[in-house]
């Protein structure tokens, strides 16, 4: 109780004395939250937010969702079990039927589903043993700007070479390729010339025996790198690399762990192609805002012996209910439709206030997965792009919003990207007021920010 009565402050202090200082949100986001319903939060003290990160694009449906919570409480008031392993039950059959009815059906027909530990990037590290064991290979190939996950085979795909640099021992034989971000064009082309010499150069590395490339295992991308900053490869390069892949019988995984259910304007970011991957890794908006995490693949590939990929939370009652309920949710009210129309809407929004301030130098993304990169038009900048990435910017912009009630997340290139994943449910309303705090945020922080830089010179 004492909890419940107290403010932002006390609790926030308590956080940072016990918690780990790997902590990240909370020093940007500093606030308690105490209730939260729909597409808003309220902290401790009162304040409400419109919430644009939603759990990292976790919560598809907002918080607290009734046929969510109906979903959950039905489990609980029949004492089901919440905790099986991988011994099924009709709830977990239930999911695994909503499940695949999402799937495009030439995809579904031929799939298995492996339950994974709850996070999505143990469904990554299943998918590497998966194709590694189906092919007999160890080479993996990745791509710059990536984001897969934390553990050990995701991290060594990471793009952002922060997180790897004080470790040893990461998972070898990974190769990052050029991804196609137009703004930052990595062959300084852009444009529908820059994806493919993109996807050409891919081919050539695959053709040349003197690449050092041994026989690649597999080869994972995001079709909308995320935390890269909500950057959206283009439909006729994922239709390439697809080519390129099953020509040379490299097993495609594609990593829908953010991106999936909706979030894009389609349920999966890869029907936007039309692509058949062999694999797929999901968690997040499939569990309904619960843990749960699973790999769906090619029959084709289910060469594991029993127990080959395991562990103890895959069997997660309750966020299998949950699951079934978003999905179901998504599929019957056509949220990746509303999310293609209120997510144009958007950003619609975000390249009106682009045109007003130089400092905003690309808006990019895909339905509800969106993008704004600030950049310093004065820097001295020779890597890609026009401009520097600006960072202190970005992170100005972001606590400018919240302090008129916004929550949003930064990521992308020096983490100077303002990144918008709202639920799906969010309205055409909130989008306009979300949209009308940001614009007031990026006008305070950019006359603030030139203040302070006249000051300093």
């Known amino acids: 109780m004492k909890y419940l009565e107290a403010g932002n402050k006390p609790i926030l202090a308590q956080q940072m004395e016990r918690e780990s200082n790997a902590r990240t949100y909370p020093r940007s986001l500093p606030l308690a939250i105490r209730e939260a319903r729909g597409v808003t939060v309220t902290d401790m003290d009162g304040n409400e937010y419109y919430d644009c990160l939603a759990g990292a694009g976790t919560l598809a449906l907002g918080h607290n969702h009734p046929r969510i919570d109906e979903a959950m409480e039905r489990v609980l008031d029949a004492d089901r079990p919440l905790h099986t392993l991988d011994i099924t039950t009709p709830a977990k059959e239930r999911f695994i039927d909503s499940l695949f009815d999402s799937l495009p059906a030439d995809f579904a027909d031929s799939a298995k589903v492996q339950f994974c530990s709850p996070a999505g990037t143990d469904a990554v590290e299943a998918a590497l043993k998966l194709v590694k064991t189906a092919t007999g290979n160890q080479s993996v190939l990745g791509f710059q700007g990536a984001y897969h996950g934390m553990t050990n085979g995701a991290l060594s795909l990471m ?28 062959f300084g082309i852009g444009g529908e010339a820059g994806h493919r010499t993109a996807s050409r150069y891919v081919e050539n590395l695959l053709n040349d025996s003197e690449s050092g490339i041994t026989e690649p295992a597999g080869m994972i991308l995001e079709p ?17 690399i697809r080519r390129i892949t099953r020509e040379r019988d490299i097993p495609l995984i594609v990593d829908e762990i953010q991106a999936g259910l909706g979030r894009t304007g ?26 749960l995490a699973v790999v769906v693949y090619d029959e084709s590939l289910d060469v594991w012996e029993p127990g080959a990929h395991a562990g103890t939370f895959r069997g997660n009652q309750l966020a299998m209910a949950a699951g079934a309920a978003t999905i179901d949710y998504i599929l019957e009210n056509n949220l990746d439709d509303h999310a293609a129309d209120v997510g144009a809407r958007l950003r619609n929004h975000l390249e009106s206030t682009a045109k007003r301030f130089d400092a905003i130098g690309d808006v990019r993304g895909r339905g509800l997965m969106l993008g704004v990169e600030f950049v310093d038009v004065d820097a001295d900048w020779h890597g890609a792009g026009p401009h520097a990435p600006d960072a202190d910017l970005a992170e100005a912009v972001q606590a400018e919003c919240f302090e008129r009630g916004l929550i949003i997340e930064l990521g992308g290139r020096e983490s100077a990207t303002a990144r918008f994943l709202p639920p799906l449910t969010v309205s055409k309303g909130q989008i306009d007021e979300i949209a009308a705090i940001f614009d007031e945020a990026v006008m305070s922080a950019v006359r603030e920010h030139a203040t302070t830089q006249e000051v300093a010179a």
């Open 159 to 186: 793009g952002n070479t922060d997180a790897k640099e004080p470790l040893s021992g990461l998972m070898n034989d990974v190769h990052h390729l050029p991804y196609p971000y137009d703004y930052r064009c990595p």
């Open 224 to 240: 909308v790198q995320g935390e890269a900053g909500a950057v959206p490869a283009p439909d006729e390069w994922l239709r390439e």
């Open 266 to 291: 389609e349920t999966y970011a890869f029907e936007h192609a039309g692509i058949t991957p062999d694999v797929v890794t999901l968690s997040k908006a499939i569990g309904g805002g619960l843990p």
